[in-house]
C-alpha cells in the first residue's frame, strides 16, 4: 500500500474486476477505520457500481440529483463500455471526468471528488461535486484601503481563482494545477498571463514546484516559499511578495509577473519581486497622483528612519566630539545604569515581546497589553533610570516606521538588520556604521529573486524604473510592463500588429 503515497510515480491501472478495486481502496482508505470516507454501491441496469467519496466536503444535493439519473438506465444501456456510455449519456454533471488510473482515482477522492467504479469497465468516472469548508470575502487585515475594493483572498482555491478572473476576463489567463507533497497533495495554481509572462519564468517556477520532494506541506505558503525561491535559506530579505488583495495580484499579472495560489492559504505570493515591491502599497493607487507620491516618498523615509535612526543616533553619542556645536544637544545627560547600546538592544527584544504577546492574546486584552507596554514598562523603565528617555524616543520612531512598511516580511528583515548595525556600533562606534552599511548593500545588491537583482531598476540601473520608484505615475503614462522582467509584449496599449478588430 505504500506505493500509493510514496512512489506517486508509479502507475496502477483501474481493473475491470470491481471488486479488486473495492477492496483495494477500501483497505488504503481504511473505509472501516475513517468515518468520513463514505463507499457505496449500487445496481444500474444490470451492472454494479460502487463510489467512493468524503461526507465532509461533498455537495449532497448535487449527488443525489447525479446519482438518479445514474439508477434510471436499462441493461441495453450498458452492455459495451459501460463507463464511457453512463459518462456520455447518463452523467449530466458538467465537471465530471474519465480516468484510467488507480493513483489519479486515489487523488481524486481524498480530494474530495466521487469517483464511480463500473463493473466490467477499466475506467472510472470521477465528479467534481465538491463543496470545501470556507469563509467568504472579507476586507484584509494587512492591506486596508480608505477607498477601493474590500474583498481579499480566503482559504479555498477556486474562490481565488474566481477573484481574480473577474478583474482579468483575458482568455490568456491561465490556472495550471501542480500538486505538490507525496501524502497532501496540495493544490498549488501557477497563475500567469501567457501572451505577457516570459515562458522561461513560468517554465522555471513549474519546475521548482514539480521538483519539490516532501510528504507535505500543511504550512502551505511558507513552505512552498522556501522550497521555490532558491539561493541561501539563512537571507531573511523576502524573495516573493505576499498579497491578500486580488486586485493586487491582478495588476501584477498584467505587469508579467507570476502568482502562485495555494489551496487552504489566504495569501497569493507574486514573483519575481524586488527591493522597492514591499514598499509599494494599493493606497497610493487609490488616491490622486500627487497625493500618492507623497504617501510613497513618507512611506520609503519611515523605512529608513527605521533602519537608521536608532544606531546613527547611537553612533554619534558615543563619540561625543564628532559632533558640531548645532547637534551638542543630542546624547542623555543622564545615560542610566545599562550602556546605551545594550539599552537599544534590550528595547528591541521588550518591543519585540510585546509585538508578539499583541498578536496571540485575543483582541479584548490587546487594549489592556499596549497599556501595559506603553505605561507600565516604558515609563517605569525610564524613571527608575534602567533607560533612558531618548533610547524610548528613537526605538518609538523606528517601530512606526516598521508598521508603516506594507510587507511584514521586509519590516521583520528590517529590523534584524537594525540590530545588526546596533551591535556594530557598540563595538567599532561610527565606523562600525558604515562597515555594516557597506555590507548591507553588498548583501542587497548580489540578492536576487528568480533571476532578478534585488536592487532594480538602481542596479541595473532604468531611467523609466527608477521614476516609478519614487513617484507614483500617472496610469494613462504608464505605457510599458518593467524591463526586467523581460514581457513578451512590451506595451501596455496595443500593439501595432494586433488587428483593429
Not at 438506465?73 to 488507480?102: G, W
Not at 494545477?177 to 501524502?183: E, F, H, S, T, W
Not at 562597515?435 to 523609466?464: C, D, E, H, M, Q
Amino acid at each position: 500500500m505504500a506505493y500509493m503515497t510514496e512512489e506517486p510515480n508509479e502507475k496502477r491501472k483501474i481493473d475491470k474486476n470491481l471488486d479488486k478495486n473495492v477492496n483495494f481502496l477500501k483497505d488504503l482508505l481504511g473505509v472501516s477505520e475513517s468515518f468520513d470516507v463514505i463507499f457505496r454501491e449500487y445496481k444500474v441496469g444490470r451492472k454494479r457500481v460502487a463510489s467512493f467519496s468524503l461526507n465532509s466536503m461533498t455537495n449532497d444535493i448535487l449527488l443525489s440529483n447525479v446519482i438518479e439519473d445514474l439508477i434510471v438506465c436499462v441493461q441495453d444501456d450498458l452492455t459495451i463500455n459501460p463507463a464511457e456510455k453512463l459518462f456520455y449519456s447518463r452523467v449530466s454533471h458538467s465537471q465530471v471526468k474519465l480516468t484510467d488510473n488507480m493513483n489519479d482515482a486515489l487523488v481524486s477522492i481524498l480530494s474530495a471528488e466521487m469517483v464511480f467504479f463500473v463493473d466490467g469497465s477499466d475506467q472510472a468516472i470521477v465528479i467534481d461535486a465538491r463543496q470545501y469548508p470556507a469563509r467568504m470575502p472579507s476586507e484584509s487585515n494587512i492591506e486596508k484601503v480608505t477607498r477601493g475594493s474590500r474583498d481579499s483572498f480566503v482559504e479555498t482555491l477556486v474562490f481565488n481563482t474566481a477573484l481574480i478572473r473577474r478583474r482579468l476576463r483575458d482568455p490568456n489567463l491561465r490556472f495550471e494545477i501542480i500538486k505538490v507533497g507525496r501524502r497532501s497533495k496540495t493544490d498549488v495554481a501557477v497563475a500567469y498571463i501567457k501572451d505577457i509572462t516570459n515562458p522561461e519564468l513560468v517554465a522555471m517556477v513549474k519546475e521548482r514546484l514539480q521538483n519539490i520532494d516532501i510528504d507535505g506541506v500543511p504550512m502551505a505558503e511558507n513552505a512552498i516559499e522556501e522550497f521555490i525561491t532558491g539561493g541561501s535559506k539563512w537571507n531573511p530579505l523576502p524573495k516573493v511578495r505576499y498579497t491578500e488583495r486580488p486586485d493586487v495580484a491582478a495588476v501584477h499579472l498584467l505587469e508579467g509577473h507570476v502568482c502562485v495560489l495555494i489551496d487552504t492559504s489566504p495569501n497569493v505570493i507574486v514573483l519575481p519581486t524586488t527591493f522597492w515591491h514591499h514598499l509599494q502599497h494599493v493606497e497610493e493607487y487609490h488616491q490622486n497622483v500627487v497625493v500618492g507620491s507623497y504617501l510613497r516618498i513618507i512611506r520609503t523615509l519611515g523605512m529608513v528612519l527605521s533602519l537608521l535612526l536608532p544606531p546613527l543616533w547611537l553612533s554619534l553619542v558615543l563619540q561625543r566630539h564628532l559632533l558640531p556645536e548645532t547637534l551638542a544637544f543630542l546624547g542623555p545627560r543622564d545615560p542610566g545604569v545599562i550602556p546605551l547600546g545594550l539599552q537599544f538592544i534590550l528595547a528591541e527584544i521588550g518591543l519585540e515581546l510585546i509585538q508578539m504577546a499583541t498578536v496571540h492574546v485575543p483582541s479584548a486584552q490587546a487594549t489592556a497589553l499596549g497599556f501595559i507596554g506603553a505605561f507600565m514598562l516604558g515609563e517605569f523603565a525610564t524613571k527608575v533610570g534602567l533607560f533612558g528617555n531618548e533610547t524610548i524616543f528613537y526605538i518609538a520612531v523606528a517601530a512606526v516606521g516598521s508598521f508603516a512598511t506594507p510587507s511584514v516580511e521586509f519590516a521583520l528583515a528590517i529590523r534584524l538588520f537594525r540590530i545588526v548595525l546596533i551591535a556594530m556600533v557598540m563595538f567599532l562606534k561610527l565606523p562600525g556604521l558604515f562597515i555594516g552599511l557597506i555590507f548591507l548593500f553588498l548583501y542587497t545588491a548580489f540578492t536576487k529573486s528568480f533571476g532578478t537583482p534585488y536592487f532594480w531598476p538602481v542596479l541595473p540601473f532604468n531611467l523609466n524604473g527608477i521614476k516609478e520608484l519614487l513617484f507614483r505615475m500617472p496610469l494613462p503614462e504608464k505605457t510599458l510592463r518593467p524591463a526586467i522582467l523581460k514581457p513578451l509584449r512590451w506595451k501596455r496599449g496595443k500593439d501595432k500588429d494586433e488587428d483593429e478588430d
